[in-house]
């Protein structure tokens, strides 16, 4: 079985306010491995309160600190991962259009671009779980019932969890920090950890 996990940062639905952040950013993790991010959360748990101990705690890169994340970054480094990222210009977004039809049709890229490629046996179950964006349910399952739809031929199980639920969501913050780092502020000093993990890098 194969696994995508997506994450996305930035503000999205609030595009007024163009001096927060200049793109809204996508990013797919892909893997074989449902197990690896336990080893990878274990340690960064251990880094963060000291000691090991049994605690609901996740690991969210923007409140983390820079020594953390860049830990974390070498550990995912060396995993067997694949990374794809899709940014969205939000000077260039039409202040009329449907915010969530644009996300879904971002998000539809990534995946056409992700059963395009070699790397995908598409004869083996893949799962596509996304790190849930919207408190409202009613959004979340229209999401999920636009990505059914359009692969509906396809081989695929889509879910939307939390990142406490699937450790690999926490895993695809830090990467997607990452790229957040390197286009609000030119600093690629995290990016350039998990560089060589990259397969696409887009905007739109």
Request: aromatic residues 14%.
């Amino acid at each position: 079985m194969a696994y995508i996990y997506m994450d996305e940062s930035w503000d999205l639905s609030n595009i007024e306010i163009l001096g927060n952040t200049k793109f809204f950013n996508i990013t797919f993790l892909y893997c074989n491995d449902k197990r690896t991010p336990d080893s990878i959360i274990k340690k960064l748990n251990r880094w963060m309160l000291g000691k090991w101990v049994k605690v609901v705690w996740m690991f969210h890169a923007c409140h983390e600190k820079e020594s953390s994340i860049l830990k974390a970054l070498k550990l995912i480094s060396q995993k067997d991962i694949k990374v794809m990222n899709l940014r969205i210009d939000k000077s260039k977004i039409n202040r009329k259009e449907d915010i969530h039809k644009l996300y879904n049709q971002a998000v539809d890229e990534l995946i056409r671009f992700v059963f395009s490629s070699k790397f995908i046996n598409k004869s083996e179950i893949t799962f596509f779980i996304a790190s849930r964006r919207e408190t409202n349910k009613a959004l979340n399952e229209k999401f999920l019932e636009f990505l059914k739809y359009k692969y509906q031929r396809e081989n695929i199980i889509f879910q939307i969890c939390t990142p406490l639920q699937e450790k690999w969501l926490q895993v695809v913050d830090i990467i997607s920090h990452a790229f957040f780092r390197k286009y609000e502020f030119n600093d690629t000093t995290e990016y350039n950890i998990i560089q060589d993990k990259i397969l696409i890098e887009e905007k739109i």
